[in-house]
């Protein structure tokens, strides 16, 4: 985004009441109109945490020292820890099954290699990779059918590498078509809307990951039976009631996690709140089952008793969590 476009944004949120933190996250320039939610992930920072540094760092250099890990990175032209720095993701739809969107992956990358790479693995697993055209434009076609977990609503992914600092992935052609469209014409004007851009400037760009929405009660479904919630029809409804909902993960020495809903009211933030805690509850009851058969937890069961909280003020739901690192390096077996 332009010094100048940030201003005028940062100026309008300030007559409006809202004011941006110190480092508010960029409005991305290529986020599609359309754009319901959004998801960023700081991939640069998390590998230069404190606590990753200290308890993952060097397992991850040591997978990718294997000869096939190292084949795969001279066939692409990409380190995974020195080259990708950041993914931005702007998603949208009327079926939370079949949602649509594109990611926006930042770094430094060797458009040849990759696509090189995207093709000869097509001519091995057709059914996988294919080399498709739309217009002036090739993309690289994945297919994941089959696929589980939070992978399995895209069942086809579009890519480009639309320059040496970006690729974009879309799930669907004209996405990308349209997208790669603004790339070539330079496009810096944000397109999302206003509430949506509002609120992601509200965003922390030096957090690890942070993901932030609108909410549509429309497009609120039934939902399941669950044992935390003894009524979902009465959850459906405190659903309803919210506009809005933003999620933060930073992780450094320790990681801290924070969760703000901002609901139609200040009585729908109290209903809500106190479901939350209800169920904040019913978790703390089994916590101490948990310590009691895996005692590497119990530190960080601790730090779950003490520092998870649910509270409303005004229209807004937080939810706190903080996780020390030394309850999770005792997690996962280390030390200090």
């Given at each position: 985004m332009?010094?100048?476009?940030?201003?005028?944004?940062?100026a309008?949120?300030?007559?409006?009441?809202?004011?941006?933190?110190?480092?508010?996250?960029?409005?991305?320039?290529?986020?599609?109109?359309?754009?319901?939610?959004?998801i960023?992930?700081?991939?640069?920072?998390?590998?230069?945490?404190?606590?990753?540094?200290?308890?993952?760092?060097?397992?991850?250099?040591?997978?990718?020292?294997?000869?096939e890990?190292?084949?795969?990175?001279?066939?692409?032209?990409?380190?995974?820890?020195?080259?990708?720095?950041?993914?931005?993701?702007?998603?949208?739809?009327?079926?939370?099954?079949?949602?649509?969107?594109?990611?926006?992956?930042?770094?430094?990358?060797?458009?040849?290699?990759?696509?090189?790479?995207?093709?000869?693995?097509?001519?091995k697993?057709?059914?996988?990779?294919?080399?498709?055209?739309?217009?002036?434009?090739?993309?690289?076609?994945?297919?994941?059918?089959?696929?589980?977990?939070?992978?399995?609503?895209?069942?086809?992914?579009?890519?480009?590498?639309?320059?040496?600092?970006?690729?974009?992935a879309?799930?669907?052609?004209?996405?990308?078509?349209?997208?790669?469209?603004?790339?070539?014409?330079?496009?810096?004007?944000?397109?999302?809307?206003k509430?949506?851009?509002?609120?992601?400037?509200?965003?922390?760009?030096?957090?690890?990951?942070?993901?932030?929405?609108?909410?549509?009660p429309?497009?609120?479904?039934?939902?399941?039976?669950?044992?935390?919630?003894?009524?979902?029809?009465?959850?459906?409804?405190h659903?309803?009631k919210?506009?809005?909902?933003?999620?933060?993960?930073?992780?450094?020495?320790?990681?801290?996690?924070?969760?703000?809903?901002?609901?139609?009211?200040?009585?729908?933030?109290?209903?809500?709140?106190?479901?939350?805690?209800?169920?904040?509850?019913?978790?703390?009851a089994?916590?101490?089952?948990?310590?009691?058969?895996?005692?590497?937890?119990?530190?960080?069961?601790?730090?779950?008793?003490?520092?998870?909280?649910c509270?409303?003020?005004?229209?807004?739901?937080?939810?706190?969590?903080?996780?020390?690192?030394?309850?999770?390096?005792?997690?996962?077996?280390?030390?200090?």
């Open positions: 332009k010094p100048l476009t940030r201003r005028v944004l940062a309008a949120l300030l007559s409006c009441g809202l004011v941006a933190p110190a480092t508010a996250a960029e409005v991305h320039p290529l986020l599609p109109a359309e754009t319901e939610n959004v960023y992930v700081n991939f640069r920072q998390i590998i230069d945490s404190p606590i990753i540094k200290k308890y993952a760092l060097d397992q991850m250099k040591q997978a990718l020292q294997g000869e890990a190292q084949k795969v990175m001279q066939t692409v032209g990409l380190d995974p820890l020195k080259d990708i720095d950041e993914l931005t993701g702007g998603f949208w739809g009327e079926d939370a099954n079949t949602p649509k969107g594109l990611f926006i992956l930042s770094g430094k990358f060797d458009p040849v290699k990759l696509f090189n790479a995207a093709d000869a693995e097509g001519k697993n057709p059914d996988k990779v294919a080399i498709v055209s739309e217009g002036k434009y090739r993309f690289v076609k994945l297919t994941n059918e089959g696929a589980n977990g939070p992978t399995a609503a895209f069942k086809e992914i579009y890519l480009a590498v639309a320059n040496e600092k970006t690729i974009l879309g799930t669907d052609k004209e996405i990308l078509v349209k997208t790669m469209g603004r790339v070539e014409a330079n496009e810096s004007k944000p397109a999302i809307k509430a949506l851009g509002a609120l992601l400037v509200k965003m922390d760009s030096k957090a690890s990951f942070f993901m932030c929405g609108l909410s549509d429309k497009k609120i479904g039934d939902i399941p039976p669950n044992p935390l919630f003894d009524d979902p029809a009465k959850l459906k409804k659903l309803e919210m506009e809005n909902m933003a999620m933060t993960l930073r992780i450094g020495d320790d990681v801290g996690l924070e969760a703000a809903i901002g609901m139609k009211d200040s009585g729908a933030a109290d209903e809500f709140a106190a479901t939350i805690d209800d169920m904040l509850g019913k978790i703390r089994f916590l101490p089952l948990i310590a009691g058969q895996q005692q590497n937890l119990k530190a960080l069961i601790n730090d779950l008793n003490k520092n998870l909280s509270k409303a003020k005004d229209k807004e739901v937080k939810i706190t969590l903080t996780l020390s690192g030394k309850s999770i390096a005792a997690a996962l077996g280390g030390g200090d």
